[in-house]
């Protein structure tokens, strides 16, 4: 009796073993990185928890206009504004937009939920950020923006012999949420150990235990 597995099993089996293997599992710069998709993995499946926590959708009133699965908000709409077609969706070029549309969202002295002093509560702006999300190419550019935000996080992790696509999450992760400098003022403290590192951020709040747990889930120690 033949038993050869069947071709389409076959085919697929090995479709699955090219792709992994494709997968670099270690990098040696941010190029590299950038052509992979480990940070679009680390956005949706740890930062945003699949879902669980931020969506490409969202479209909130936080710090007067909090936007898509990064939560690009204040100067972090900047690095969206540079990868979107603003032209298209707000009728205004990309210079004016981060001129007075990024940083400029949320006045000095305001914070919390846009009240009427932000850019959310401005119906050409969340208008046109509505429209932006529901484009068909809205996942790749906040996939790329954020990437490209987290630039410096990524080279100082690889400077530092971070090179694996577990220790860009674990980067990534404090970055997110404690920015870069925050990120490497932790990671120095502890020698640049990536998971006594880990350790150190996910004792900080059940928040941060849920990001290592998902890290954990994505990429196994």
Sequence with gaps: MNTYPPLAALCLSLAVSMTASAQPTAFSSYTEVMSSDVPA???????????????????????G???GIAHFAVGGLSNLYR????QRFFAKPTKEMIAKYSSGCRPTGKSGDDTGWGCFSQKW???GMSAFLSSEDAKTVQNKAWARMMKPTIETALAHGWTTPRQLGIAL????????????TLAGKLKWEAEPTLEAYASRSP???????????VYPR
Excluded: C
């Design 83 to 86: 990868e979107m077609n603003t």
């Design 65 to 67: 206009g909090t936007v």
């Design 125 to 127: 702006w969340r208008q």
């Design 41 to 63: 993995t680390i956005l949706q499946r740890v930062i945003a928890r699949d879902g669980k926590s931020k969506t490409y959708t969202d479209l909130l009133p936080l710090d």
């Design 173 to 184: 992760s404090i970055a997110n949420s404690s920015g870069s400098e925050g990120f490497q």
């Design 207 to 217: 928040h941060t235990a849920r990001r290592r747990d998902a890290l954990d889930s």
